[in-house]
């Protein structure tokens, strides 16, 4: 189950960053980060209620907002202890998922998505690296082969995306992106930790509520001084779809990490196959160029999730 879960929010990942990248054009990235966060938020908002008036709408259910519905023997000794524990670990997670969006959502602006996705894909290696050390998980030759696969088309990517005077080395936005992915891993090694101790439905809705609130002072203090200086802001249609797409595919992606036999580098790794959709994009969408050596990058990444997928049924 949580393979398939894994598989389903690779697809709307995919399209939450075709979203991320039409919002984007000629747009300013932090209110439209901060936008995406409040819709996010008000998705979620039936069970943030619930939680907080023990209103019980959603209780033994998927849905179910409590802190410890499914591990009852992390609720601790007192409850209100717990609970506060509870919200300063979603508090923590904010942090880390808020900071790769900010590096994100910049590297997405000015680079094609045919070249952020392919960068994205190869996350998992470094959470793999994480899941070894920390988790002690182990991965068979099948899923070695498709770890393999993911290094060598990123060092093809690097090698393409020349023919677009992108340079790997010199281009700021590509650090951005690697430091996203960095971050990143960081987020999915601690989003397997926290899911051993808190329901799905309590992590997604806290730490959108908490995001929210961060990315309110971060466009106070940063962007509104600067606003007429900067890339002004515009509306476009593709805001509340991030939210929506990016809701789905995080709901997918913790229930997953939620079941007992679910592993983090695993998840990780088929969740990158978002590049499939995004690159779609890409192409339809965004009509980005230098497709064909890209399409080999493509292919490399396809043919890892095949092995992945076969090495852990």
């Known amino acids: 189950m949580w393979l398939l879960l ?26 439209v980060l901060l936008l995406n966060t409040v819709f996010a938020t008000l998705i979620f908002s039936p069970f943030i209620i619930d939680d907080i008036f023990g209103f019980g709408w959603f209780s033994g259910t998927l849905f179910d907002s409590s802190p410890f519905a ?25 942090c880390i998922v808020l900071t790769s969006w900010i590096f994100g959502y910049f590297g997405l602006k000015h680079l094609p998505i ?5 960068i994205n894909a190869t996350r998992p290696v470094l959470v793999l690296i994480g899941a070894m050390l920390v988790f002690g998980e182990r991965l068979n030759a099948y899923q070695w082969i498709g770890v393999i696969l993911a290094i060598l088309s990123l060092f093809l ?22 430091a996203a992915s960095v971050i990143g891993a960081i987020s999915g ?8 101790k808190l329901s799905p439905m309590f992590v997604q809705g806290w730490y959108n509520f908490y995001q929210m609130l961060m990315m309110g002072i971060v466009v106070l203090i940063i962007w509104m001084p600067l606003r007429k200086k900067t890339t002004p802001f515009h509306w476009s249609m593709a805001i509340p779809l991030i939210s929506i797409f990016i809701s789905a595919a995080d709901f997918a992606y913790l229930t997953a990490l939620n079941q007992p036999d679910s592993m983090i580098s695993v998840v990780s790794l088929i969740r990158r196959g978002s590049v499939l959709v995004s690159f779609a994009c890409g192409v339809i969408l965004f009509r980005e160029r230098n497709l064909k050596a890209k399409a080999i990058d493509l292919l490399l990444i396809l043919v890892g999730m095949i092995f992945i997928y076969f090495g852990s049924k």
Not at 163 to 177: G, L, P, Y
């Open 6 to 31: 894994s598989f389903a929010s690779a697809a709307f990942l995919g399209l939450y960053d075709a979203s991320k990248k039409s919002a984007l054009k000629d747009n300013a990235v932090l209110p």
């Open 70 to 94: 499914g591990h009852p023997e992390t609720s601790g000794n007192t409850e209100e202890g717990s609970v506060l524990h509870a919200h300063l670990l979603v508090i923590l997670k904010s």
């Open 114 to 118: 045919t070249i952020v996705g392919p």
């Open 157 to 178: 990517l690097s090698r393409s995306s020349k023919k677009e005077s992108v340079d790997f080395t010199h281009n700021k936005w590509i650090w951005f992106v690697a």
């Open 189 to 196: 090694l601690y989003d397997k930790f926290i899911m051993t």
